[in-house]
């Protein structure tokens, strides 16, 4: 018996990694014949100073309302455009709509977009630049954010990084603490802000060191005059811990979930938070 319950779970197990494999292609399929400019659309996640709790900006995250597949969560969609040079015509779409919105803010409050690693080569920041620069957008109240293994080597994206900071555009490295980047590559690196991963946030007070490390990631930071910001904040009692640990900026469904361009805009004005994610 035990012999054909393993053979069954392998015919799961395939079964089940097919499906995700054709989901994948058709996702693709439609990702590429996609009109992006109409089906992309962006939320914007609230970002305040752990201090003193004032809004100092947001995060754009994109959403893809497809007329074939419904709503595409990013964690699915990302990976596939990353496949290809459709990642471009995201990234871009999703900047233009960002900063088109972040517009009408006040100049206080800043935006960070996201970026992939294919949009590090020269080319493609050139063109992403020239783009920028067209929207007549502050360069100072702008950053690109970049996780920690998306990065990749140091030769590769050096003249990359430079060129963002000749512009006056911040960098942010995403998602820190799960990839392998050494003092030394940060020190290098020299972003302006670390985003510490919420895995880490997720897991204060559970006594397995999360405390730990936070503090050294936040070291860290303050070594290579970077701020520090701690992702995934979704409770209270967080936010105080987060503050004591030495985080400069807090991010999270307990600061605010993400939210329309329309509902930013009332949080900026009003304070007021719209219900729900
Ligand atoms: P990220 O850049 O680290 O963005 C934060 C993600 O965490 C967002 O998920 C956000 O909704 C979620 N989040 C925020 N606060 C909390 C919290 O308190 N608890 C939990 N559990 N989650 C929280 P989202 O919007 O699904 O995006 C997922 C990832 O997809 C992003 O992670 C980013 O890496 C990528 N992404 C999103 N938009 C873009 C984009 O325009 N371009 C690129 N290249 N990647 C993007
Ligand atoms: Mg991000
Ligand atoms: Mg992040
Ligand atoms: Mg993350």
Not at 169 to 183: E, M, N, T
């Amino acid at each position: 018996h035990a012999k054909e319950a393993g053979r069954n779970q392998v015919a799961i197990f395939r079964a089940e990694h097919e499906v995700q494999r054709k989901r994948g292609s058709h996702v693709e399929q439609v990702l590429r014949a996609a009109k992006l400019e109409e089906e992309l659309y962006v939320l914007f996640q609230p970002i305040v100073d752990a201090h003193s709790r004032q809004l100092i900006g947001f995060e754009a995250l994109a959403r893809w309302n497809s007329p074939v597949l419904g709503q595409v969560f990013p964690s699915e969609f990302i990976p596939i455009a990353e496949r290809s040079d459709v990642i471009h015509a995201v990234t871009r779409s999703v900047m233009n709509k960002a900063v088109a919105q972040a517009s009408r803010w006040p100049a206080q409050i800043s935006l960070k977009v996201n970026l992939s690693a294919r949009d590090l080569s020269p080319p493609r920041m050139l063109e992403l630049l020239e783009q920028f620069e067209h929207s007549g957008f502050d360069a100072a109240r702008m950053s690109f954010e970049v996780t920690e293994t998306a990065l990749g080597s140091l030769d590769m994206i050096l003249d990359t990084v430079a060129l963002v900071k000749t512009k006056g555009i911040a960098l942010a490295v995403d998602d820190f603490g799960i990839g392998y980047s050494s003092l030394s590559y940060i020190h290098k690196l020299k972003p302006d802000l670390i985003k510490i991963d919420r895995s880490f946030v997720s897991r204060l007070g559970k006594n397995d060191g999360a405390e730990a490390i936070i503090e050294t990631i936040v070291a860290m930071s303050r070594n290579v005059k970077a701020s520090c910001l701690a992702e995934g904040v979704e409770e209270e009692a967080q936010i105080d811990a987060l503050e004591a640990l030495g985080c400069d900026q807090l991010q999270g469904f307990a600061i605010g979930y993400p939210m329309s361009g329309a509902e930013a805009l009332v949080l900026i004005e009003t304070g007021e938070k719209p219900p729900s994610g």
